[in-house]
């Protein structure tokens, strides 16, 4: 999801509220519940970002959806995205406020994808190599993608590494491709 600068500078400073007020862990909860539920409803979103709804509308309908399932901060952090009128952002400031979080907190994301589930060990094993190499604590997206074949697909922010063997057949074959001779 492409996120704009004004959605960027709300989680900053999101975040740096939560920290000088020691509430960072619970305002990520907030800040995840929010999110999940905008996620899940097309109504809301829609709603969100509807330029007919008036502000104070806005307002209300977060205030009721949202004050008794989150804390202090994020209902003020609600009121005022409602009367800034920049409640049509509130899913990309949530996404960018977990984004800010992972670079605070030293956590990045890396996809894994493989052809078949990976067991409980080979899961903690792989995050260990990760979390070792990278220096930072590691969240892993895994997937199953059975035309891999067998191996790894790993991508680590611009990083890949493919060592699918579906990958090294390809790489096979362009190799043959290429060093092909034709006869006449």
Same mark, same amino acid.
């Given at each position: 999801?492409l996120v ?22 619970? *305002? ?7 999110k999940n ?26 205030? %009721? ?48 994808? *493989? ?18 190499? %990278? ?23 611009? %990083? ?14 362009? *190799?043959?491709?290429?060093? *092909?001779?034709?006869?006449?």
């Amino acid at each position: 999801m492409l996120v704009s600068k004004a959605a960027r500078r709300y989680a900053i400073a999101l975040l740096e509220i939560a920290q000088d007020q020691k509430a960072v862990e619970d *305002t990520l909860k907030d800040i995840l519940f929010i999110k999940n539920t905008i996620d899940d409803s097309r109504e809301l979103m829609l709603f969100l970002k509807s330029p007919v709804i008036k502000p104070h509308d806005k307002q209300k309908a977060l205030t %009721t959806i949202f004050s008794e399932h989150v804390g202090e901060l994020l209902n003020k952090f609600l009121v005022l995205i409602a009367e800034k009128e920049r409640s049509g952002i509130l899913q990309s400031i949530a996404s960018s406020f977990v984004d800010e979080y992972n670079k605070y907190a030293g956590i990045i994301e890396v996809e894994v994808r *493989t052809a078949k589930a990976l067991t409980d060990a080979q899961v903690n094993e792989l995050k260990s190599v990760l979390e070792k190499n %990278t220096a930072k604590k590691v969240n892993l997206d895994l997937k199953e993608q059975a035309d891999l074949k067998g191996g790894l697909f790993v991508k680590i922010a611009d %990083t890949v590494i493919d060592g699918s063997i579906k990958h090294k057949l390809e790489q096979l074959e362009n *190799t043959l491709l290429d060093n *092909t001779v034709e006869l006449n």
